[in-house]
């Protein structure tokens, strides 16, 4: 040893060191338990270098960060190539035909779903165009010809531009099973995941839609080790073959629009998922605040990002209407032919929409006049027929919610005013109303007068 050591060490301690510093073998245990009661420092005396591990860390250093590219996105939030997205709903609400325009706007480059197609907004839009494969593992050929058909219809697709891009195929032709039993029962993977990777990368298909995901396996369902390998697999699949993987699922009973933990089955889909996304029919509430009849509502459906925290409110959410097409396939024996649904953006009517400053002049002065002579509107609902809402709900056609939103813009701007005033319906006792202040009321009319057709909102 060439300096003394600042720590006690017995003789047999010192031995060892001295024999490792000289390069000698590792002397036994010192401890039945095989435990020894000194470490060697690494890096230090003459022992020869360990060769390098075959499974290894990567140092940080060895990676760009100043080139990394961005990620992948195939269609809008929805869809990223490489990776599994998954869309679920209750049954009935028109997923098929969701995917089916969907996957026609990957294959035209056309945002079809979007309000204004030249301009569209960042969840229609379609990034990168290329080929789209629909394999349906539940309806036969003949239904998802119809399909194609009243969306190519619908949406005016040139089928020059798509008939050698687009690929249709049944699961009651040809099974699509990536994930079945052995002779044991055992979950393992089938031969066909190779094989339709191999396709998939033939194809050059960008878009595989797999609907419903529940024919694509035979695992339980229940079991989050047996949906960890069929996720696996969706993932393989769609890593290896550069395309994006779309998983149409369903709902459990109960399940809510918005809400991961309402897709059936483990919760190993969920975060196997990259993007989950819930299509569901408007629900009674949502169709009282948007001023929609009740037995229309189910004919709009709302898409709503499964793994946010928290869906948007009814009238800011993502909406689409449900269409049903004429194929124009009538024959002798059935004259009507086929009507097959499609899908079609739609916005839901805006608070002020329709709502132009003539008509808001007319509404306040009827406000002003209050409903009989002697009595005023008040503003809270509990007034009943004094409840200034019905004017608006019945002058502009709006919902309760929207004459709700409405008056409390007004109030907030002044517009009206709350106060009390004597009721001669209640004996001459005080009670609540509202007046409208002259002065806006000036302002609205010269307005209305300058812009006589304007939907501007401003002044309110």
């Not at 687009?166 to 099974?175: A, E, H």
């Not at 106060?419 to 302002?443: D, F, H, M, N, W």
């Amino acid at each position: 040893m060439n300096g003394p050591l600042d720590f006690d060490l017995d003789l047999d301690q010192l031995a060892d060191i001295e024999r490792y510093v000289a390069g000698a073998p590792d002397p036994e245990p010192l401890d039945p338990e095989g435990i020894r009661p000194f470490s060697y420092p690494t890096g230090g005396g003459k022992a020869a270098e360990s060769p390098a591990p075959g499974f290894q860390a990567t140092a940080l250093a060895s990676l760009d960060l100043d080139i990394i590219p961005p990620r992948r996105w195939l269609y809008g939030r929805e869809l990223l190539r490489g990776f599994v997205s998954v869309l679920g709903s209750p049954g009935g609400v028109g997923k098929t035909a969701f995917t089916m325009v969907v996957g026609l706007s990957v294959a035209t480059g056309r945002s079809l779903l979007a309000a204004d197609p030249l301009n569209p907004g960042v969840f229609q839009r379609v990034h990168k165009t290329g080929a789209v494969w629909f394999y349906n593992l539940e309806d036969p050929e003949d239904e998802m010809r119809r399909r194609v058909k009243a969306a190519i219809m619908h949406h005016k697709v040139d089928y020059g531009v798509i008939k050698d891009t687009v690929y249709v195929d049944s699961g009651r032709d040809r099974p699509l099973v990536i994930a079945s039993r052995d002779a044991s029962g055992n979950l393992v993977a089938t031969p066909i995941v190779d094989e339709l990777v191999d396709e998939l990368l033939r194809r050059k298909i960008a878009l595989l839609v797999v609907d419903p995901f529940v024919q694509s396996h035979s695992a339980e369902e229940n079991r989050n080790d047996e949906m960890n390998l069929v996720m696996a697999l969706w993932g393989q699949v769609a890593h290896r073959a550069g395309c994006a993987v779309w998983l149409v699922h369903h709902f459990r009973k109960g399940g809510q629009a918005g809400d991961s933990e309402s897709f059936r089955g483990a919760g190993a889909i969920q975060g196997a998922a990259r993007v989950m996304s819930t299509l569901s029919a408007m629900s009674k509430d949502e169709a009282a605040k948007l001023n929609i009849p009740d037995d229309k509502r189910r004919s709009f459906v709302r898409l709503d990002n499964a793994k946010a925290n928290m869906g948007p409110p009814a009238e800011a959410a993502e909406w689409y209407q449900l269409v049903g097409i004429n194929i124009g396939n009538a024959t002798e024996e059935y004259p009507d032919g086929d009507s097959v649904q499609s899908v079609e953006p739609w916005a839901p009517p805006t608070t002020w929409g329709d709502l132009p400053f003539a008509m808001i002049v007319q509404i306040l002065e009827q406000i002003e006049r209050g409903p009989s002579a002697g009595e005023r509107y008040a503003l809270g609902k509990q007034a009943k027929a004094r409840w200034a809402g019905n004017v608006v709900m019945e002058m502009a056609d709006k919902s309760e919610f929207q004459a709700l939103s409405i008056l409390k813009s007004w109030k907030d701007n002044g517009v009206i005013v709350e106060g009390e005033y004597r009721s001669a319906a209640l004996q001459r006792r005080k009670t609540g109303c509202i007046t409208v202040s002259p002065v806006k009321l000036a302002e609205m009319r010269q307005a209305a007068a300058s812009y006589p057709s304007d939907d501007d909102e401003s002044g309110r």
